[in-house]
């Protein structure tokens, strides 16, 4: 296209290369818009297996890809790498911390992160999973644990050193439980001389009275018996009041409990990202309990058109009596409508209601047990493993190299060996330089 | 084993988990003695890649084995994680930060890390790569430096960016250049939309009159060839006297020179670990120049036969008119030595004297490009880099599942792709984070 055109294109601004946010700027890349994908990352995350790299199975660049690798041949997209600081609705101007970016039409897709309800101090002790920092602190801590059980003496910090409690019996809960509880059960058993490895002791905990609550009743209920023959401690209707120095305060009905743990993870819960406060201070649209921005049925906020909110920071209550769910499909799903409603605008034609089509919900347990619902069946076990890997492999490929992946899992498959299972980072040298004089994690500086 | 038999076990604990260390382990490891394994890391690196995470290739995990995994089926063999605080040679025990380790035979292979001759305060500005965190901060700073470019305005701090210098001409800064210069000149071409990353400038500084200058004239002179053809610019009798503010000062004879660049890597020289100096104190034993220790032909330490060192932290001048050179090969056979010599002792049996069996010398340049000396025959291009290629895997594959990584390579070798060119750690969210005002980097409190 020669500069004359350039100048009149209709300039899309998106914020996030999530789910949504990628699969908008691919729909847009084809399209006579200018776009431009704003991240303050360099990468794509498929945050779906980030709980494999957090138990040492996959490394962070197997379920990652470079954004600009991704739309290089889309020529009418930039890739800008920045965080941004504010945004200004009448002037419709995006204000980025280097640089001003105008738009024609903004779409937000900044998603959510860990939400500890108000006990922000449990941070340190139970760290969330969103980011590849994360997953690696994940990773180096549950590694970790078992090293220092090898060399504690004492039997009761042993036991809490293999102690690894999980809140929340979410997907990404179940997960790591079962990915946590075949480490020690499976991986690591000829590994250590002075301890057992299958005494380690994985629980988790989920408030409400069943895991997978979203799921049908029927397959929580068999999640949870596959979980407990991975022999995963299952614990429902349980609260956690507390967590202060290694120890977690549960709470049962009236029954009250403490549980020494070294190793807390947080799967619980979520909370929208800045930028849904930002939207709400400029533009005024209404935010839900978690800061979640309600949105109109076309993903638009109320009384600004120009302006999209999609993927886990839309609060979309248009379709059933929920809120759509913060899961990948209905994020590609959403980019993607959000991309044709724009381009179908600037034609000045009017495009159908957004439809969810639900495509199922999978969680996966362990090797061979899965379960899956895809609506019209429910199933679990090996078939619905096998259904799970190939559902991930399928997204995986249509970006990169992840056929990687796939080996890896097969490599994995035969052997049960797990070759991502590095202890690294900051003050990952040694046990001593981690572990205060009461066995406590000293966390290094800066880390969230 | 019963208890019995093990009490009389003669003890040997070697220190340091890498090539000379690890095979040394692995020989003891089916032998009647007890071997304990210290390294401060929880895994093997297979350094001779590491330069491949640094660029964006491989994952740390795609060169990294946990040494546990490596080990698990020695039974006589304990892997400890810990650092090692000191030595107390007559009371025959290792003191380690948590515990004391006595020892009938003590196995030292520590290595050694970065030099800068005196000029400490450099390695802010120009990191070393000896350790996987070396690696991922050298992968951050090349990507980000193409990030920052393209947000860059001004046409001179621009060009700083885009210019990209590696200090030392030995094979980590030829396989460094190499492989920028192929991200520059090829990988990326096709991702930014402000600047032409074929504009970047890579230069390779070597104080000789040649690069790899261990090796024989003839491929030197073939691998600047293909350096040349690939866009480096290398330039040799070149010394650096400054790095101050991303501006390092250049001396060729007489003639001194500014280069400004804000991508700065060092590759110019080794010293020894603390342990030689630890060994020095407590047993008297004599160091070079570089703090290496001063070995008997036997490895052991002048008065104490029962205290071995070797790899690269031992100076074995027994052999030819130089130390044995600090490459994996060396190492390697030295601990398969001192492992057959620790058991041939405690039958009463001499062993004849070591001799290093040359291997011969790589250094890829490029994709298809590489130089090989075999000693009897040397060769260049397509055919050295398969022979490259096949040589790191047949040494990967002994430990892991590292087909992994040919697969890697395949891939990369008909797309051009680069999976692993993520910016991450502390700090890494967003480019903001990273660079002040004056456009320098902001290092992280607590990254060397």
Redesign the interface.
């Known amino acids: 296209m020669d500069s004359t055109t350039e100048k009149q294109l209709h300039r899309v601004v998106i914020v996030g290369g999530g789910f949504s946010g990628l699969y908008a700027a691919k729909a847009l890349g084809r399209a006579p818009v200018s776009v431009t994908l704003v991240d303050?990352?360099?990468?794509h995350l498929f945050q779906p297996l980030l709980y494999q790299v957090a138990t040492g199975t996959l490394?962070?660049?197997?379920i990652?890809?470079?954004l600009?690798?991704i739309l290089?041949?889309r020529k009418n997209t930039?890739?800008?790498?920045?965080?941004v600081a504010d945004l200004d609705p009448a002037r419709q101007v995006l204000v980025l911390?280097?640089?001003d970016l105008p738009y024609d039409t903004l779409v937000v897709a900044t998603g959510v992160s860990h939400h500890y309800f108000g006990n922000d101090q449990w941070r340190e002790t139970a760290p969330g999973l969103k980011t590849?920092?994360d997953a690696?602190e994940m990773r180096r801590r549950i590694?970790m644990a078992f090293?220092a059980a090898?060399?504690e003496t004492d039997p009761e910090k042993r036991k809490a050193w293999l102690t690894f409690v999980i809140i929340g019996g979410g997907p990404t809960g179940v997960e790591l439980a079962g990915a946590i509880a075949e480490l020690a059960y499976r991986t690591?058993t000829?590994?250590?001389?002075?301890i057992d490895t299958t005494e380690a002791q994985i629980l988790l905990l989920e408030g409400l009275d069943r895991i997978l609550p979203p799921y049908d009743p029927e397959l929580s209920v068999k999640a949870a018996e596959s979980l407990a023959n991975l022999g995963v401690t299952v614990r429902t209707k349980t609260l956690v009041t507390n967590i202060d120095n290694n120890v977690v305060t549960l709470r049962h009905g009236d029954h009250t409990e403490q549980l020494s743990a070294k190793t807390i993870l947080w799967a619980a819960g979520v909370k929208a990202s800045g930028m849904g406060q930002v939207l709400a201070e400029k533009t005024g649209v209404a935010l839900d309990r978690v800061g979640r921005v309600m949105v109109e049925p076309d993903f638009s906020l109320a009384g600004h058109p120009s302006i999209f909110v999609i993927g886990d920071l839309a609060h979309y209550a248009h379709q059933g009596d929920k809120p759509l769910p913060g899961v990948a499909p209905v994020a590609v799903q959403e980019g993607e409508y959000v991309a044709r409603l724009i381009q179908k605008r600037l034609q000045g034609a009017p495009i159908p209601a957004f439809v969810y089509k639900d495509t199922g919900s999978l969680a996966v347990i362990g090797q061979n047990a899965a379960v899956v619902d895809l609506g019209f069946i429910k199933f679990s076990g090996s078939l619905a493993w096998f259904t799970w890997i190939f559902a991930h492999i399928y997204y995986l490929i249509e970006f990169?190299?992840?056929?990687?992946v796939l080996?890896?899992w097969g490599?994995?498959y035969f052997?049960r060996?797990r070759?991502?299972?590095?202890?690294?980072?900051?003050?990952?040298?040694?046990?001593?330089?981690e572990v205060d004089a009461d066995g406590n994690y000293r966390v290094?500086?800066?880390?969230k």
Chains 1, 2 share one sequence.
Do not use: H, Y
């Open positions: 303050k990352r360099n990468f490394s962070p660049a197997d990652s890809s470079p600009r690798g290089s041949d930039s890739v800008v790498m920045e965080e911390k280097g640089e590849i920092e690696l590694f090293e090898e060399q690591l000829e590994d250590f001389r002075n990169d190299n992840k056929l990687i080996l890896q490599w994995n052997t060996k070759g991502a299972r590095l202890i690294t980072g900051e003050g990952a040298m040694a046990q001593s330089a290094p500086a800066g880390v």
